[in-house]
């Protein structure tokens, strides 16, 4: 494993050097330089356009190695805050802004998990409604499909984890604005609490949970094939507004704060 150096940096006099060249306190490795150098970007301390210290710099103030920092810098490219030059190095971009993102990671929180569950409803309880202004007959097919998928799964005594993913996507689909099912495929599999949350029970109450989600599932599927906005909307808000309540009586019992 990649360690941090132990030199101490050279004494320097006049004011402190920026943030980003001075050396790193924790073997945090590429992840601790993305941080700086971001903070110092979205801070304005790095102008649009301003040359990012050099390679050589870098690893000579923050004591890492060149692995590091070359990881570091393409982390920020791969963000969209840094372009690279081929023999120039790398500049900060114009407009430079941290783009939008939810780390996989935080999800194993019940409070991350609610709030993930409280945004999807303002996206899905959207979808839903449009979904049964616009939907197709082929639409309407990869719904009911994907719905049919998930008793199947639960049937067989499987969480139906994917089928119920399939199930929200399909209804993005149907939207016809494809920034639905961009949105979904970001969060990915992830908006499924049980993907992220194991919760102790029996396998009688689990059954009984599957099967009760499957009927709201159900009554979404029918709102939409009815072409009723009205109604969609509200089924998909009793959805997942139910599941919210559940992940949060969860919460209560184990005495996690849910904010």
Known sequence: MTTFSARPARRRSGPAPPAALRPLAAPSLAHALVE?????????????????PTEQDLIATTGVSRTVVREAI????????????????????????????????DLGSLAEV???????????????????ERTSAADLREIAAAHAAIGRAIERGESAIDQDFAF??????ATRNP????????LGRFIIPRQTIRVASGAAERLAYLRAIQKEHLAILGAIRARSVAKARAAMHSHLSNSRKRYQRIAAHQGEPTR
Request: aromatic share 6%; proline share 5%; glycine share 10%.
């Open 168 to 173: 929200h996507r399909s209804i993005a689909e």
């Open 114 to 132: 609610l709030a993930v569950m409280e945004l999807r409803t303002g996206i899905e309880v959207e979808a839903a409604g449009l979904a049964a």
């Open 179 to 186: 920034q639905f099912p961009r949105f979904l495929e970001y």
């Open 74 to 105: 393409a982390a920020l490219r791969a963000e969209g805050l840094v372009l690279t030059r081929q023999g120039a190095g790398a500049f900060v971009a114009e407009g430079s802004r941290r783009p939008f993102r939810i780390d996989p990671a």
């Open 36 to 52: 700086r150098l971001s903070a110092e970007i979205l801070s304005g301390q790095l102008a649009p356009g301003a040359r990012l």
